[in-house]
Structures are given as C-alpha cells and as structure tokens.
C-alpha cells in the first residue's frame, strides 16, 4: 500500500511568491518522522526540513516550513518568497518506528516545481 | 567536512553482467542506506548497513546484496543484471541518533 502521496506531479510558482507543496501519509505507527528533500537536476537529494509525529510546533528551517496536520495525517511543505534556485523535485518521506536508527525511508512520488521570473 | 561519495557516477553495462557500486559516507557516519530510483518506480529503499551489520532491507531481489567496512564504506552488488536494473542508485549516510540522512550524488547504471 501507498504510504506517502504526494497528489502534483508538477507545480508553478511566480518567483518570490509563496507556494505549497501537498503530501499526505498513511501509517498506523504512533512514531514517525517526516522529511522533505529537495532533488536538482544534478541528482543529489538535499534534506530540508523534519517533523516528529510527537513535535507539538510545525517545523521551520530559514524559508521552508511544514503545515503538520496529525489528525488528517498531512505534511504539507511551504516555500516562502521562491527563488529561481528552487526549480527542482520535492519529495516527502516517512520513516516509521520508535527506532531512530531505523532509516527505512518511504518516499512520495515526487512534485516538480519550476520557478518563474 | 566532505559530503558522500559514490563511484563511480556513471555505469553503462549489459545483461547478465555483475556490478559493484561504492559509497564512502561522511566521516562519523556509520549508518549506511542504499535506493533505488527508476521513473516508473520513484524512489525504493534497498538496505540499510550500521557498523558492518544490514540493519534493514527493502523488497528487492537477492541479486542486490550489500556490505559495510569497519570504516563504514559500503559497497552495493547486483548480480545477473536485467533490463530494469537501469536507475539512480543513491547511497545515504547518517550518525546514530541523527534524523537526517545526508545523499550522495548518484550512480547512474545504464543495462543494455
């Protein structure tokens, strides 16, 4: 079964605007941890934010900030002031369990988002 | 501190054949994570290494194996190669009660 979905395959944005990027999950697991990545061109993954199932506050990192949503069981990825340098493939992943050091990751099918000045 | 490395970047090989994917993590690291990612596929976890030992593995045939120095280098195999083997293998690294885990840049294999 489908345990990340992630609903836009691809998104525009005006540089400077705000964009959302949608990913709901599904797990019966009480702990979890949820984390977006971002995959330019070149290939590599660069992490960018994370959400404990158990975080009271939705997690920020400088202009990326998670919409946490625990009983809709939704981690939307918001983008502030966009850059061109954004253009690239989100994905959102889970990785279930108490373990920390369990890094079975799931990921979402990825939502490419382009930039445009 | 350097980033994670693969060798190589770019793979190009044929059906049938063998090959062997290396992935050095960064340094203090000892937790090793491998995946595949196709285009029809997305991105699927294959195995995970800590301190020489698999940890946890994904649903992948036998023909993907791994292994873990006791300098934490990891070395992904796939034997008998198939058409669909062709992907981005992307190897992670992480520190032990760390929540993030830290990607290479890729190996691109190519099967024909």
């Known amino acids: 079964a489908q345990k990340i979905t992630q609903t836009q395959p691809g998104m525009f944005v005006q540089e400077k605007e705000a964009v959302t990027l949608d990913c709901t999950y599904d797990?019966?697991?009480?702990?979890?941890?949820l984390f977006w990545y971002k995959q330019p061109s070149s290939g590599e993954m660069i992490f960018l934010i994370y959400q404990g199932s158990y975080d009271q506050q939705n997690a920020t990192e400088g202009r990326y900030s998670l919409n946490f949503q625990k009983a809709r069981k939704s981690a939307n990825l918001v983008i502030s002031a966009s850059q061109l340098g954004d253009s690239a493939m989100y994905f959102c992943?889970?990785?279930?369990?108490?373990?920390?050091?369990?890094?079975?990751?799931?990921f979402g099918a990825g939502t490419r988002l382009t930039v445009k000045p | 501190k350097a980033g994670v490395t693969q060798t190589p970047r770019y793979l190009i090989k044929t059906r049938g054949q063998q090959v062997t994917l290396s992935c050095s993590p960064i340094s203090g690291h000892r937790s090793v994570s491998w995946y595949q990612q196709t285009p029809g596929q997305g991105l699927q976890f294959l195995f995970e290494y800590f301190s020489e030992t698999q940890r946890n593995k994904g649903n992948f045939p036998g023909r993907f194996s791994g292994r873990q120095f006791s300098n934490s280098r990891s070395e992904m195999n796939v034997s008998t190669l198939e058409l669909g083997d062709s992907a981005l293998y992307l190897c992670a690294s992480s520190a032990g009660l760390s929540n993030e885990q830290f990607f290479g840049p890729g190996t691109r294999l190519t099967v024909l």
């Open positions: 797990t019966s697991d009480p702990s979890y941890g």
């Open positions: 992943a889970m990785r279930e369990g108490r373990d920390r050091q369990n890094n079975d990751m799931r």
